[in-house]
Nanobody
């Protein structure tokens, strides 16, 4: 049973910072591509950032230079440091773990954490 539990969301003023964390259970973390997605009201879920097992990272253009994704393999945890937040960053943020298993794309999702940035 794989579980992803997010924490760290909240309300912050524009220009402020938040740090999201995602703790995982199960045995997948060490080999999974870990990512953060977000979904704003009325919009599709979009990739914010991801980090490979080896540490390679990928960011959406809208967050480059402001957000940093990192992973702690000893604690099975992935973090998203969000700086210089903007009102348009307001969304529910979801942690994701992805692996390819037996030719299938397998995704695990957390329950989501709300981030609200006030102007």
């Amino acid at each position: 049973q794989v579980q992803l539990v997010e924490s760290g969301g909240g309300l912050v003023q524009a220009g402020g910072s938040l740090r999201l964390s995602c703790a995982t259970s199960g045995t997948i973390f060490s080999t999974a591509l870990m990512g953060w997605y977000r979904q704003a009201p009325g919009k599709q879920r979009e990739l914010v950032a991801d980090i490979a097992a080896g540490g390679g990272t990928n960011y959406a253009d809208s967050v480059k230079g402001r957000f940093t994704i990192s992973r702690d393999n000893a604690k099975n945890t992935v973090h998203l440091q969000m700086n210089s937040l903007k009102p348009e960053d307001t969304a529910v943020y979801y942690c994701n773990a992805y692996r390819r298993v037996g030719g299938l794309n397998v995704h695990y999702w957390g329950q989501g954490t709300q981030v609200t940035v006030s102007s």
